[in-house]
């Protein structure tokens, strides 16, 4: 009976594995395509969660007119590193603008994102390269978008045809379907994993 018990958990186990790789590899396609926007506050007061709002809409008002021309999220990256001291600048002089003397960190970095949902669309746990926008001592709650495809400012037809531009069906079906929420729990169990097995070997 445990011989009969483990066969059953063994091969229910491989069965989800199976149905999860092939997810797994078009998660991996999707964060390849996306260029993403995340801003840390300075702290969780009031104050500094609104200062960061601020500079996030002044940020995007700035940056929405650079992706006119980029079809590739290695445009977007190449626009925002172009301009990155412009854009460290606009979210310094919002700060300032805001009463506060905290100073601006603006850097393009690859970093790990749990699953997270915008809107109508869930994009896949894993590692993303992002503007990351810090704000003083940056221990404050974060915000993010998607920069590029731009999920971030328009209207959501706009942002679906944007989107769809970008992705392909399966990746698209991925992005936009809630039935998928049991798959994004298991890949993300899936990529932390392997993040901590790649830090400790």
């Known amino acids: 009976m445990k011989l009969f018990v483990k066969s059953v958990c063994i091969a229910f186990v491989l069965t989800v594995l199976y149905s999860v790789i092939p997810f797994q590899a078009e998660c991996t396609d999707i964060s390849n395509e996306v260029f993403r926007l995340h801003i840390l506050a300075s702290s969780d007061s009031d104050y500094d969660q609104n200062v960061k709002l601020s500079v996030r809409d002044k940020v995007l008002e700035y940056t929405e007119s650079l992706f ?5 999220k290695e445009d977007a990256e190449q626009v925002i590193s172009q301009n990155l001291p412009a854009i460290t600048e606009v979210a310094q002089n919002e700060v300032y603008r805001n009463g506060s003397n905290d100073k601006v960190k603006a850097e393009i970095t690859n970093m790990y994102f749990t699953t997270r949902h915008y809107d109508s669309y869930t994009l896949p746990s894993g590692m993303y390269d992002a503007l990351r926008i810090t704000i ?3 221990k404050g709650h974060n915000w993010w978008c998607v920069m590029y495809p731009s999920l971030c400012i328009y209207s959501e037809e706009n942002r ?13 079906d991925i992005v936009k379907n809630e039935k ?17 097995l790649s830090t400790v070997l």
């Open 160 to 172: 679906d045809e944007k989107a769809k531009e970008v992705f392909d069906d399966a990746q698209y």
């Open 68 to 72: 006119q021309n980029a079809k590739s």
């Open 136 to 138: 003083g001592e940056g």
């Open 180 to 196: 998928y929420e049991y798959k994004f729990k298991i890949v993300e169990i899936f990529e932390k994993c392997s993040n901590f």
